[in-house]
């Protein structure tokens, strides 16, 4: 399976580099296989102690593909007539999709508080980002561009009602640990594995720089959010009425249950806007709702922003 996937012979020698290579990628295989077949805690787990496989097993490609013999065990992909993935490329692949599913996982477990939210939308975007051009199909490249529109929809709409109502949204208190530590506590495990890069608590604050300055006003991050909610439903709405990709069933749920949410909280993202407005407006208490997501067990990881009057 993994010679396929890569595009490659295991050659003439048993023992070379690119036939340990292949041999390990199988064996890493196996792994997540097992790991699938536990409940959401030990995949939680199992993943994140797997990311010290991906980085064993990014050596052994490193060693395959700069081998003599790489060149010679190379094919051309004949499923999609170009070359395959070298073999860093598809451990780099391997282990952000790892990565993804360690942080995905902690929404269903209620891991994070909504304070927590806007980094981990947004790492989770340069994770899918990581994996854009190697998902192996034209349906799961489709799947994978929503899945980033709808957390960069929700870096923004989290933003938004940290800005707006920011009591929902504001860390409990940690005396004892610095924004430094908390980001360490939540992400230090990236670094795990060299590819794909760990970012750092200054990245996030580089990408966000205007946002947590205050340079942007609720009102324009909410709209931003509204709008992004739009698109995102236009493109799941374009993708299941669509003969272009053809979906498989799971693919299809995801993307049903993924623009209910985006519809949603498009809405309440413009009544929160409205509720900004002016101090004769009710004030609205932001709540998060994982309840529709999970109904569509695919699309686990995105919340329904709730409003209700405060009493």
């Known amino acids: 399976m993994a010679a396929a996937t890569l595009g490659l012979r295991r050659g003439n020698d048993p023992c ?34 797997q990311l010290a496989d991906w980085a ?21 992909d004949v499923r999609r007539g170009q070359p395959a993935l070298s073999p860093v490329e598809w451990v780099e692949s391997e282990a952000a999709g790892s990565q993804l599913l360690h942080l995905q996982l902690g929404f269903p477990l209620n891991l994070y508080a909504p304070a927590e939210f806007v980094t981990l939308y947004w790492y989770c975007d340069y994770l899918l980002l990581a994996r854009r051009g190697r998902w192996g199909s ?20 989290c933003q938004g009602v940290a800005a707006a109502a920011g009591a929902c949204m504001r860390r409990p208190p940690s005396p004892f640990n610095t924004a430094e530590d908390v980001f360490e506590q939540r992400f ?17 604050r580089a990408s966000q720089a205007a946002v947590e300055a205050g340079a942007v006003s609720a009102a324009a991050l909410l709209l931003g959010a509204a709008t992004r909610f739009g698109a995102l439903v236009g493109a799941a709405a374009g993708l299941l009425a669509g003969t272009a990709v053809d979906l498989a069933p799971a693919q299809e749920r995801h993307l049903t249950g993924l623009r209910r949410i985006a519809t949603q ?3 309440a993202a413009q009544l929160l806007m409205k509720g900004t407005a002016g101090e004769a407006a009710p004030t609205l208490v932001p709540t998060w709702d ?4 999970r109904e569509h067990s695919t699309c686990m990881f995105f919340p329904i922003l709730g409003l209700k009057r405060a009493e």
């Open 16 to 49: 070379g580099p690119v036939a340990q290579f292949l041999e390990q990628a199988g064996v890493g295989l196996a792994g997540w296989v097992h790991t699938a077949c536990l409940n959401r805690c030990r995949q939680r787990r199992r993943h994140r102690r």
């Open 56 to 76: 064993n097993l990014l050596d052994h490609a490193a060693l395959a593909q700069s081998s003599p013999g790489y060149a010679a065990s190379r094919r051309r």
């Open 138 to 157: 034209a349906p799961e490249e489709a799947v994978a561009d929503v899945d980033r529109a709808a957390c960069q929809a929700m870096v923004v709409l």
């Open 188 to 204: 230090g495990c990236m670094r795990s594995v060299a590819r794909p890069e760990a970012l750092t608590l200054g990245h996030y």
């Open 265 to 267: 909280n498009g809405l």
């Open 290 to 293: 994982f309840s529709v997501a």
